[in-house]
């Protein structure tokens, strides 16, 4: 990036402003080392220390240019090249006062150092090869996790796990050229067969492996993404008891006063771990009276066609209404939907005609009977498979999909070409640039915008 500088030593705050017990301040770079000699002293004799050693932590006073103790911390010193960076790095272990953290910050800064911008330290890590592009992007998504699965399948990433099936694929499309550019080059040496048939075969075996890592990137996500369930119901049927009953608060106010839920409220709840986020919405009207039910008919919609799970609720205490009627056919037209019938209120007696249900679950948030069925309904979206694949493979994000997808299309013109017997050398040349595509996504960027586009949603200190 054009406001990087890789010979500069930068220092940032990688914890947040804020009172804290503690905080960390990270200084990485060439004059590191230095800076740290000239402002640390032992906290004990209070003496210089004239030397730093690798992976060493020491007890110290950092003292400001006119001898004044600025806090007493421990320091931690990281030499080159096994760091985050791969460059000296020595982190600050001070007292979390703002104050504290902004002397520090100036100290450092007015010994050379220079305040990091957004990014900057993973920046460093991805141009002198720490990190491959997309591991610096899964460090930002762990960053950003919401959830333990989503943290987990980001930090297997940045462990490498979807460099290793990429570096799979460009190690299978160099064979691939070797194959092509033996025949080009040594036509009558037949140690190794040749026929656009087996090059074919080939490039369809490769074009699986692509597909393979986009469906299990699916896969994956829809497990760390979690699932959407929306609540469905006239008024007063108990949706807000459902609610309260499957996060297991009473997140949602509860009322015999018809209408209590206007606008749609979310919480999330887990099963094995896996994330399910339910929202609560307004009361479905067959005839709506005012302008905020119209509205809140119109959200409660909304979160039904954004949703992956809509839970239609009915009291089975009253017979069927005229609102009833309404949702069940607006669930009609809607496609691609799970939904789940629920005929709450199973304690109370039956009055409502169920032939116009289909499979429903009973249940009562007062005794709890039906919601383990219910759960289990949630459950079985997931199969094992899901979660072998999950525990395997990685995810992509866009920019590594938008690549994957260019690979699968220059895939398919190298096999239409084979098939309609193209000259060699055209083949090849297709090949290399996928080769250069598959490259893109995990190798060094040479497009500042793309770079700046990345490192800019890092966090400054990171």
């Known amino acids: 990036m054009s406001e990087y500088d890789v010979k500069d030593t930068i220092i940032a705050l990688s914890t ?12 990485t770079g060439k004059d590191a080392i230095n800076i740290a000699k000239k402002i640390c002293f032992n906290a004990i004799t209070d003496k210089k220390i004239e030397k730093f050693e690798n992976r060493k932590s020491y007890y110290v006073n950092v003292r400001d240019k006119n001898n004044v103790i600025i806090d007493e911390l421990v320091v931690l010193i990281m030499l080159s090249p096994n760091t985050f960076t791969s460059e000296d790095t020595v982190e600050f272990f001070p007292h979390g006062s703002i104050v504290i953290i902004e002397a520090l910050l100036e100290l450092a800064v007015s010994y050379g150092a220079r305040l990091a911008l957004k990014g900057e330290f993973t920046y460093r890590a991805y141009i002198n090869g720490r990190l491959s592009i997309s591991e610096a992007e899964a460090i930002h998504d762990v960053i950003e996790s919401e959830n333990r699965l989503m943290s987990e399948a980001s930090i297997y990433k940045m462990k490498g796990r979807l460099n290793r099936s990429i570096d799979t694929l460009k190690e299978y499309v160099k ?59 006239k008024v007063n049927v108990g949706k807000s008891s459902i609610f309260n009953m499957l996060v297991e608060s009473n997140r949602a106010i509860v009322s015999n006063i018809a209408g ?51 839970l239609a609720v009915f009291d089975k205490s009253t017979s069927i209404e005229k609102d009833d009627l309404f949702l069940i056919d607006y669930l009609a037209t809607l496609q691609n939907k799970n939904i789940i019938y629920v005929l709450n209120k199973s304690d109370s007696e039956n009055n409502f005609d169920t032939s116009k249900l289909q499979n429903f679950i009973s249940l009562s948030t007062k005794t709890l009977q039906g919601k383990s069925e219910m759960v289990n309904s949630f459950r079985a979206l997931f199969k094992q498979s899901d979660m072998e694949v999950f525990n395997k493979e990685s995810y992509v994000n866009l920019r590594e999909k938008g690549y994957l997808e260019l690979a699968i299309t ?22 290399r640039t996928l080769n250069n595509t598959l490259f893109n996504i995990n190798g060094k960027i040479d497009a500042n915008d793309v770079i700046d586009e990345i490192f800019s949603k890092f966090c400054i200190g990171k």
């Open 16 to 27: 947040p402003l804020a009172k804290s017990a503690l905080a960390v301040v990270r200084m």
């Open 175 to 233: 064979d691939i050229l070797i194959l092509v550019e033996g025949e080009i080059d040594f036509p009558e040496d037949d140690t190794v067969p040749f026929s656009y048939d087996i090059l074919i075969e080939n490039l369809k075996s490769l074009r699986g492996k692509i597909d393979s890592i986009l469906e299990n990137s699916k896969t994956v996500q829809k497990i760390i993404h979690g699932v959407k369930i929306a609540i469905l119901g």
């Open 260 to 310: 209590t839920t206007r606008d749609f409220i979310h919480e999330v709840f887990y099963v094995d771990s896996i994330p399910f986020y339910i929202m609560d919405t307004a009361g479905f009207h067959a005839e709506a009276s005012n302008e905020i039910e119209i509205e809140g008919i119109k959200r409660s919609k909304e979160c039904a066609t954004e949703c992956d799970i809509i």
């Open 410 to 431: 220059i895939v398919d013109e190298c096999i239409k070409k084979s098939e309609d017997n193209y000259m060699l050398d055209n083949v090849a040349e297709d090949i």
